[in-house]
């Protein structure tokens, strides 16, 4: 069956630009994450849906960051005013239990 | 704080058996899990601990002692393409209490399986 599939999945970006990441889940997974990872480092939570309601949002590292998933499927991922320090692989992952999360192969933003 | 530790590095030979060790201190615990992933992928569900104890699963194994806040990553019979990252994640108690939970990952261990 398809997995968590995130476009685009390169996206490079001038600093000040506005970009925006889609993910599209496995169907009927309720729960969804946002992690940021850095190259060499380990994925870093960003935000957390269970379906539309976004119930944890602790990790978004600035207002910058915003996140949403309005029909409890797909969700995106907007990042305004784009900083050098944004540069990074961004991943989505989507769960149906209190067990795995199944990831998405990324995108990978560049800011310049 | 959080925090997850695990060697950067790590080689072997295939064939051979090596163990990936990972400590922790979390404010929270609600299992442990283990993923791999290779350069540019997604990272891949290996194994998750909640319990004491060995769970095993073919090639490889994860060990869990929540008392001394270890775990360990067990893999058997290594291949070429057992070369990767190896992830090492605990799940936060979901701050409503509740059964979901972000992961915290350690910075991961490269290994490199030389023939």
């Known amino acids: 069956g398809a997995g968590v599939s995130q476009s685009p999945r390169y996206k490079v970006a001038k600093r000040g630009q506005d970009v925006a990441l889609r993910c599209d889940p496995i169907s009927g997974h309720v729960s969804l994450f946002w992690y940021q990872q850095a190259l060499g480092q380990g994925p870093e939570f960003l935000t957390y849906f269970q379906n539309e309601a976004q119930l944890d949002k602790s990790g978004l590292p600035s207002d910058r960051f915003f996140a949403e998933r309005p029909e409890g499927s797909v969700s995106t991922l907007k990042i305004q005013r784009t900083q050098q320090e944004d540069s990074a692989v961004y991943l989505c992952?989507?769960?149906?239990?209190?067990?795995?999360?199944?990831f998405g192969p990324g995108t990978r933003l560049t800011v310049t | 704080g959080q925090n997850i530790d695990q060697p950067t590095e790590m080689t072997a030979t295939e064939g051979a058996i090596v163990q990936i060790n990972c400590t922790y201190q979390?404010?929270?615990?609600?299992?442990l899990f283990w993923y791999q992933q290779h350069a540019g992928e997604a990272p891949t569900f290996l194994s998750y601990?909640?319990?004491?104890g060995l769970e095993e699963k073919g090639r490889f194994s994860s060990f869990l002692s929540r008392s001394k806040g270890y775990s360990y990553l067990l893999l058997k019979e290594l291949q070429m393409k057992d070369s990767a990252s190896y992830l090492c994640?605990?799940?936060?108690?979901?701050?409503?209490?509740?059964?979901?939970?972000?992961?915290?990952f350690g910075k991961g261990t490269k290994l490199s399986v030389k023939p």
């Open positions: 979390t404010s929270g615990f609600n299992g």
């Open positions: 601990n909640v319990l004491d």
């Open positions: 994640a605990v799940r936060a108690r979901f701050p409503r209490g509740g059964s979901q939970g972000n992961l915290i």
């Open positions: 992952a989507s769960s149906f239990s209190s067990y795995e999360q199944y």
